[in-house]
């Protein structure tokens, strides 16, 4: 079990579970701290459990077992309204009656804050996410970017102390979602409120995190910074579902602390790699390496081996050429080199070398 407790936790789940049948564990004994100010993804494929997770958080769902504290108060039991947490959904959930002042006004009504003090509140959020000229609109007059900053408006007129986030940008074109990505990013920092975010996009969650918890079969798999979870995937899923991997299967045939060689399939090829999720020699393991991390033709000293390979792709894609080869039996081991003026250009059934440094190899559970 993944304990990611801390003494000194803002939000933190204690050994929390999740069943909506009374059986089946959507949410499986979850030990999650999240630090004040911190901004946190929960990043996984649908149905992991990560939004479960912040419905629970947001008190929208009841925990079947466990523990919720939010700045050292047990919220369990606490409805949402008075959990005074800020809350952006993917279809931005603005009233659709209402004009972008009268939707950004609701929350501070409830909360019995007067007209003067509404006003410079209203005002602050809209000029923060650049919508200040919008205030006498309705959401339908506004586009889809639009009324995802009046969503984040809305969602930080009150101060709240913690924002949830589920997929916001998730409805919004590649160059939208990436502009809006770094101005949440920015707004979250300059505010000093602390986020967790939930999206399916790794991207994303690589991009604007402190922190990523990567989450399957409702547990976290790894929580790490993005750099250690792209540079150090600690299991095979892990490696597989942040970024692009290449993975070859083998048997580890040596096993020492820091090192490994392990016999690939088909083709009796040792290679050496770092163990990180392999017990002993004899375990089948699946061995990652990351496409940038693959050099062709490399010189000799600079890796401990080189494998046979065949073009069966060169696509040029801007700024790096990406080569899909057949490596091991398998043809889709993939190679990223940047677009340089002395790139060899290279063609289906083209046969070339490829090797890589060991310790960009790892050797992890089959």
């Keep these: 079990m993944l304990d990611t407790r801390s003494d000194q936790a803002f939000v933190s789940f204690d050994r929390v579970q999740k069943s909506y049948d009374g059986e089946t564990l959507v949410v499986k004994d979850l030990n999650l701290s999240i630090g004040k100010g911190e901004f946190l993804t929960m990043l996984g494929p649908s ?5 479960t997770c912040l419905m629970m958080l947001a008190g929208f769902e009841t925990a079947t077992h466990g523990e919720i504290r939010l700045d050292g108060r047990e919220i369990n039991n606490i409805p949402p309204h008075k959990r005074g947490i800020g809350m952006v959904f993917q279809n931005y959930a603005l009233f659709p009656h209402m004009t972008v002042g009268e939707n950004l006004s609701f929350p501070l009504e409830v909360r019995k804050i007067g007209k003067s003090e509404r006003e410079t509140k209203i005002k602050r959020a809209l000029d923060m996410v650049q919508m200040g000229d919008f205030v006498g609109r309705r959401p339908a007059q506004l586009s889809g970017g639009q009324q995802q900053r009046i969503a984040l408006a809305r969602a930080l007129v009150f101060e709240p102390e913690l924002v949830l986030m589920d997929e916001p940008l998730g409805a919004l074109d590649k160059q939208l979602r990436e502009t809006l990505q770094f101005e949440i990013t920015r707004l979250a920092h300059d505010l ?3 986020v967790v975010y939930v999206t399916h996009d790794q991207t994303e969650a690589l991009t604007m995190s402190d922190r990523v918890a ?4 409702g547990r976290i798999q790894q929580l790490a910074t993005p750099d250690a979870l792209y540079e150090t995937p600690q299991n095979s899923f892990v490696a597989q579902f942040i970024g692009e ?3 070859l299967r083998g048997t580890v045939k040596t096993l020492d602390k820091d090192r490994c060689v392990v016999t690939l399939d088909g083709t009796g090829e040792e290679i050496d790699a770092l163990p990180v999720n392999v017990k002993k020699a004899g375990d089948k393991t699946l061995v990652s390496i990351r496409p940038e991390r693959v050099e062709f033709d ?3 000293g600079e890796t401990s081996h080189t494998l046979d390979a065949e073009v069966l792709e060169f696509i040029y894609m801007g700024d ?3 080569t899909r080869l057949r490596v091991a039996g398998r ?14 250009r290279l063609s289906p059934g083209d046969k070339v070398k490829i090797g890589w440094l060991p310790q960009d190899c790892r ?4």
Aim: hydrophobic content about 30%; overall charge neutral.
């Design 245 to 247: 991997n290449n993975t």
């Design 298 to 300: 490399p010189q000799l």
């Design 47 to 51: 149905g992991s459990g990560k939004t």
């Design 214 to 217: 990567v989450f399957d079969d």
């Design 192 to 194: 000093g409120i602390t």
């Design 331 to 344: 043809d889709d081991f993939i190679v990223k080199t940047r677009n340089r003026a002395d790139q060899k």
């Design 363 to 366: 050797a992890l559970d089959h």
């Design 320 to 322: 790096v050429f990406r």
